[in-house]
């Protein structure tokens, strides 16, 4: 397994469905909690572990998230209110190392509590055709609300599982 992605690199879908999407919609909802439990009762030294060598710490990992869902659920916003928006990509990295990713971690757990229960809520609301309004991103081109909703069913898991690994690797 390559601990860069300890569920696999993401992949759309091979074929879309109404079940296939509500599937994504309840993981979104259950990412917070699941990040919760994963980051549960570790110490300020099993935070600042990096969850592979030259990775981030769990730490910046769970601050990390919120800034993601928080920059997707205004993507999917503009992408539902303007004509192919071009969103703007921001430098994760750069972000990881400023001094809010290495305060405590329970400020990023009820940041991605609340963000996601707008997230969800706007999710739940979707009719079938807005899943195929388009956005623009500049580093993957044209990309629809559907890629949204499943990249972002991904990434949560993809974080939680950086921190789960970790655990199960060093016994803790």
Known sequence: MDPRYPI?????????TPTRRQQA??????????MRA?????SDSQLDTPYRE???TVRQVVHHVPDSHLNAYVRLKLALTEEKPTIKPYNEAAWAELADSKSPIEVSQTLLDSVHTRFVQLW??????HFARVLIHPEHGERTVDWLLFLYE???????????E?????GW
């Open 154 to 164: 991904w990434h949560g898991k993809h974080h939680t599982a950086h921190i789960t």
């Open 8 to 16: 696999g690199k993401f992949m759309m879908p091979a074929q879309v």
């Open 25 to 34: 919609i309840d993981e979104i909802a259950a990412a917070p909690v699941k």
């Open 38 to 42: 994963a980051a549960k009762g570790l």
């Open 166 to 170: 970790l655990r199960k690797k060093k």
């Open 54 to 56: 030259g990775g981030w």
């Open 124 to 129: 739940r609301s979707l009719k079938p055709e």
